[in-house]
């Protein structure tokens, strides 16, 4: 079960939940996505409603604009050539912008695209909230990590219509109504889990799959599966983003009906 007072779990659930709704709403969070353009979709080098003439080298994206286009590079116009890696940071520091856009390298499985980020975008203005259920200490439950020998990599359906790899790092096995479910999860760079997942109420009262992401286990594999904190994935905010289904077992049999379940207000 969850640990301290369930009071305080409560109230630090209700901090997690504004400040969630603060980081999705805001300017360029993901509701403001408007569109991912793969550059191999695009040989000639125009993204629809983007100006310059965008080339995908195998080191870097190569853009060139003229002096009509409107375009501003690391925060001031540019007109030129310019060479481009994967933006890392925030959004709102992208190298690139477009007025009050901000427009977005990325690389994923050696191709290179860009993601045009709106604050202005339909689905950022008709946003209401994030619809969560309230905090139930019942759904915050010991878990045990247990590695794989070695990682695995799955193919797995993803939002886009394209199947691609998921690494996973291994199990974690809990117990829900004293009955044991294992979610296969992936280990990210500082230690903490990442599950993606469904459950009985998705696509009915939830949204399609959620995800999950438990704190790093301790040395004998210990951590807690707080399903107050399942999380809608970035395609339930914008089409435009690519989101790993759940992988083969990650199916719960069960109501998961905690955390986020869907989202009030889309176009």
């Known amino acids: 079960m969850s640990t301290g007072h369930p009071a305080d779990a409560a109230q630090d659930w209700k901090h997690w939940h504004e400040q969630r709704t603060e980081t999705v709403s805001a300017p360029y969070g993901p509701l403001s996505l408007t569109g991912t353009h793969w550059l191999a979709d695009h040989p000639e080098g125009h993204l629809p409603g983007i100006p310059g003439h965008w080339a995908d080298t195998p080191d870097a994206v190569v853009l060139t604009t003229g002096s009509d286009d409107g375009l501003a590079v690391d925060g001031a116009p540019f007109t030129g050539e310019v060479r481009l890696g994967a933006d890392g940071g925030p959004v709102a520091d992208a190298r690139v912008a477009l007025g009050g856009r901000r427009l977005v390298v990325i690389r994923r499985e050696g191709l290179w695209a860009v993601r045009d980020f709106d604050p202005d975008a339909p689905a950022r203005?008709?946003?209401?909230?994030?619809?969560?259920?309230?905090?139930?200490?019942?759904?915050?439950?010991?878990?045990?990590f247990t590695p794989y020998d070695e990682d695995r990599t799955v193919t797995?359906?993803?939002?886009?219509?394209?199947?691609?790899?998921?690494?996973?790092?291994?199990?974690?096995?809990?117990?829900?109504?004293?009955?044991?479910?294992?979610?296969?999860?992936?280990?990210e760079a500082d230690g903490s889990l990442w599950a993606v997942f469904a459950d009985a109420t998705s696509g009915i009262s939830s949204y399609r799959f959620r995800f999950l992401r438990p704190a790093a286990p301790d040395a004998d594999g210990r951590t807690t599966v707080d399903f107050n904190r399942a999380l809608l994935?970035?395609?339930?905010?914008?089409?435009?983003?690519?989101?790993?289904?759940?992988?083969?077992g990650n199916t719960l049999p069960v109501d998961i009906a905690a955390g986020e379940r869907n989202l009030r207000g889309r176009p």
């Open 125 to 144: 203005r008709a946003f209401r909230s994030v619809d969560a259920t309230a905090y139930d200490e019942r759904w915050a439950v010991p878990g045990r």
């Open 156 to 187: 797995v359906g993803n939002a886009d219509g394209e199947e691609r790899g998921l690494g996973l790092g291994g199990e974690l096995s809990f117990r829900i109504g004293g009955v044991e479910h294992v979610l296969k999860v992936s280990v």
């Open 233 to 248: 994935p970035p395609c339930a905010f914008a089409d435009h983003f690519i989101c790993p289904f759940p992988p083969p």
